[in-house]
């Protein structure tokens, strides 16, 4: 409530860390993040911005000497998790026009500048040699040419095995292709880069904070549109690892371009991947905007990200998945098509992905229904929330502890 008043200075007491009993350092960085998330604003395109709406300074105060040293710590490491989470939601409010798969790769690049982290980027012609014919079907409707973005963050060069994969869905803007999108809403498909944007902000908040892990973010960036050399439903493609895949809704491409992702982080020999996904509608009538649905192969993985996710007050669900599914999204003429039906929609989706990453312990992060918001409401504003930053980067602070 501090947003658009004519307030400069704000000092705040380490509320719940006195009388209140809670741990001071946790409550000071719960304070920091509250303010730099609520206090977020997109307004880069306004060309009159509003008011008095700026915060100079906001200090948090506190008077037991003994406290700060943890005080400043905590401080710290919550302006690195919130303000990664205000990067991920500027990514994902730019337009689809500004926001493409080569931008999103300059950003990306920018990141890697910044931090020290060392960037690949994964073009068109490099995607033709990998035979990624999922990711390149999805982008050939498109003049934006796709990128595979890589990010690498060697925080424990000693220990190889220390690693995971974070990978994003990339997709631009998704009219749907072929099998177009009704125009009511389409503009908030903008959005259907969320996922990618998490990972980005959140491979930028690993490599600020060091950990000592070694963490590579992989996103598939691609933009799902309808011209002239699109792909057509009942259309073949074939993946980086062979599978051959009947399209049967050009709508449904999150889950071809994470195939081929998927692929590529298990060639570079991770041992556990999660991906973040705007894939699929399905998941607001499951579990509504308040839970992300995880789906996966392992449950160690599974309860670490959800209770990573629990303790940053990101709230993720698990999901079932089982080979009773399996049937609705064989192909008669392919090895899978790339719909389920309307049943379980969410869940054919999820296992979809999985059919890529086998016996590789994997979490799939459903953020359809979670990645904006319609209102301004606690800690988000309205438009992109940057769900599952704080929960990427809480998973890698666990696993590197
Ligand atoms: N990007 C959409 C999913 C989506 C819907 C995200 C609403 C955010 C808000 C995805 O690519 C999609 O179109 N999914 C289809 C899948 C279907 C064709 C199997 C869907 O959910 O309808
Ligand atoms: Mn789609
Ligand atoms: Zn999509």
Same mark, same amino acid.
């Given at each position: 409530y501090l947003a658009n008043r004519s307030i400069k200075n704000v000092a705040s007491v380490v509320h719940g860390g006195g009388i209140g009993g809670l741990n001071p350092s946790d409550c000071a960085k719960a304070i920091t993040e509250g303010a730099i998330l609520g206090l /977020?604003?997109? +307004? $880069? /395109?306004?060309s009159k911005k509003p008011q =008095?709406? $700026?915060?100079?300074k906001f200090s948090i105060v506190e008077v &037991?000497? %003994?406290?700060i040293t943890d005080i400043k710590k905590s401080v710290n490491e919550g302006m690195v998790f919130a303000e990664a989470t205000n990067l991920c939601r500027d990514l994902a409010n730019e337009p689809g026009n500004i926001m493409t798969p080569t931008e999103l790769s300059e950003v990306a690049l920018n990141v890697g500048n910044s931090t020290g982290m060392e960037i690949g980027v994964i073009d068109k012609t490099k995607m033709e040699e990998l035979g990624m014919g999922a990711l390149l079907g999805v982008a050939q409707g498109s003049v934006q040419s796709p990128k595979l973005i890589v990010m690498k963050h060697k925080g424990d060069q000693a220990n190889q095995e220390n690693n995971i994969g974070l990978i994003g869905k990339g997709? @631009?803007? +998704?009219?749907?292709?072929?099998?177009i999108k009704p125009s !009511?809403?389409? =503009?908030?498909?903008?959005? &259907?880069m969320a996922g990618a944007a998490a990972v980005i902000a959140a491979m930028k908040a690993i490599s600020t904070l060091d950990l000592k892990i070694n963490v590579i973010g992989i996103i598939a960036a691609a933009e799902n549109m309808p011209g002239g050399n699109a792909q057509r439903p009942g259309d073949i493609v074939r993946t980086m690892d062979g599978t051959t895949i009947e399209?049967? $809704? %050009?709508? *449904?491409e999150g889950r071809l371009v994470l195939a081929d992702a998927v692929t590529y982080a298990k060639s570079l020999g991770l041992n556990k991947i999660v991906d973040v996904a %705007? !894939? %699929? =509608?399905a998941i607001a009538i499951a579990l509504g905007n308040i839970y992300v649905g995880a789906f996966g192969n392992n449950d160690e993985l599974m309860n670490m990200v959800v209770s990573a996710g629990g303790s940053v007050g990101e709230n993720i669900w698990p999901m079932p998945i089982s080979d009773k599914y399996t049937d609705q999204y064989s192909s008669t003429v392919a090895d899978f098509k790339n719909t389920g039906g309307r049943l379980a929609g969410s869940i054919t989706g999820a296992q979809f992905i999985g059919e890529f990453s086998k016996d590789l312990p994997w979490v799939h992060l459903d953020i359809a229904a979670t990645s904006r918001s319609e209102s301004n409401s606690g800690w988000n504003v309205k =438009? *992109? @929330?940057?769900?599952t930053v704080r929960t990427l980067i809480q998973l890698a602070k666990g696993l590197s502890e």
């Open positions: /977020y604003k997109f +307004d $880069n /395109y306004k =008095g709406s $700026n915060i100079d &037991d000497k %003994t406290k997709i @631009t803007f +998704d009219s749907g292709g072929i099998s !009511l809403k389409m =503009g908030d498909m903008k959005g &259907d399209i049967e $809704n %050009t709508d *449904a %705007t !894939l %699929t =509608g =438009g *992109a @929330t940057g769900i």
